[in-house]
């Protein structure tokens, strides 16, 4: 017995003796510090998950207002912003559909039609790109799913119904709004400035359109700052005070000038569609509810403004004279022969498309300047190449639900709130999908985020109202 017991201490001195190696005690600490810090993450995210999304969704949205292709260029690796943001809100909303604090699919019935052909748009594509892999990609990788990024953006349709679903949507989406108008007149205003101090080239050295002041990405934000004001406008939503209502004639009229200074036939071809929807979708109540006195007042005064400016501003006015004459001017005609460059490719395998490998190099038509990809400047026709007429139908009849959706809010009697903010999402809607006919929209993320979200946030809003039609 005494033995034994003897042996016994020198068994645990001997296990004493052989230490583990100090690296693998630091390995076996970080890994165990990592795993906390994963777990309480998640803990965070499922309590916080409407703060998190909601707050991630809107500085995305400001960023990107403010800033937009110089936000969304910025990247962590190979990912850019908008790809990280959209990953971070996947896995949050995710985590809140596991968890059933909320639901995939609306019960308004029109609503969840809408849900229906963009999850399928995103699954036909998907598929689409898998063949792809399957077959062997003939580009790199990268450069294909930065080509398939027409068909993931559809994801943002999903995002902003799943992070309105649980909030005050009316509240929230008057403060986005408010957010989108302030940050893009400031941010144009400043360009605009720096132009008139003919300082902007020393600032902006990589200018897509050294032609224009106010380039591409930013007047899609001009057209929807135009559209929200006259919505005001039109359901007589104007502030009270006098000073605010000075300040927005002026926001109004610095957008008007900024759709101006950009050269973009495309956006005056946009604002005209959006103000024509708004009068379709709402009138039988357009005479009784206008406020005709600061219509005349803004217009006369921007009218005044174009006057004295112009002959300051006069090759953008050659532009918009092309406007009835398109094909003689050289960035048109460019335009024409690139589109049917892509018609003929797409006639090559009109079902399902070429995939997403292909550049569009051989299609355009010039070749004057050399750039990094090539896009058709049409975004609907970049859809119909890529994934046939197959996902550009199912593109195409989420956006119709989605007109037809907003139409019925603001004609179904919901309140003036409901309409007034309905009549903004319908006309900021078409006006960004007239513009997409002519420009490389749908495949940016400055843009096509803004096309998606705006059917999501349709799709909140009328989730939000009393209806039959729910099921």
Known sequence: MRNKADRLPRVIASGIDSTVPFAVDLWDAAWGIGLFAINESFLFLRSYSQQVSLGLLTGLIAGTA??????????????????????????????????????????????????????????????????????????????????????????????????????????????????????????????????????????????????VIVQGQAVVFAMFSLLIIVNLLRHGAMPRNILFRGGVVVVFLLNVLYVYLSGHRSAVLGCAAGGAMLVVSSRTSLRSRIRWRWVVLTLSLAGCILYIFAAHLVDFTLKFKTLVSPLEEINAAWRAAFWLGVIFLWLSA??????????????????????????????????????????????????????????????????????????????????????????????????????????????????????????
């Open 350 to 471: 009109p079902v399902i498309g070429i995939g997403f490998a292909h550049d569009f190099y051989e299609e355009e038509p010039l070749h004057v300047v050399q750039a990094e990809h090539y896009d058709p400047h049409n975004s609907y026709l970049a859809i119909l190449a890529r994934t046939g007429i197959v996902g550009l139908l199912m593109m195409a009849v989420a956006a119709l639900l989605s007109v037809k959706l907003l139409i019925k809010l603001v004609r179904g009697g919901h309140g003036a709130e409901t309409a007034l903010l309905a009549n903004c999402l319908l006309s900021c809607f078409v006006a960004l999908a007239t513009f997409a006919s002519a420009n490389v929209t749908l495949e940016s993320p400055y843009h096509a985020m803004f096309f998606w979200l705006l059917i999501g946030m349709g799709v909140a809003l009328a989730e939000a109202e009393p209806s039959a039609d729910k099921a």
């Open 66 to 211: 403010a800033f937009t292709d110089s936000f969304s260029k910025l990247r962590i690796g190979p990912a850019y912003i908008t790809e990280i943001c959209m990953a971070l809100l996947l896995l949050v909303l995710g985590m809140s559909l596991a968890n059933k604090q909320i639901l995939l699919f609306p019960r308004e019935r029109l609503a969840r039609r809408i849900l229906i052909f963009v999850i399928v748009y995103v699954v036909f594509g998907s598929v689409r790109l898998g063949v792809e892999f399957a077959s062997g990609l003939s580009a790199p990788l990268l450069a294909v799913l930065r080509n398939f990024a027409v068909v993931y953006y559809a994801l943002f349709a999903i995002i902003g119904w799943l992070v309105l679903q649980r909030t005050p949507v009316h509240s929230v989406l008057r403060t986005i709004g408010a957010v989108v108008v302030i940050v893009s007149t400031l941010t144009s205003l400043w360009t605009v400035l720096l132009s008139a101090l003919d300082i902007h080239r020393v600032i902006d050295e990589n200018a897509v359109d050294a032609s």
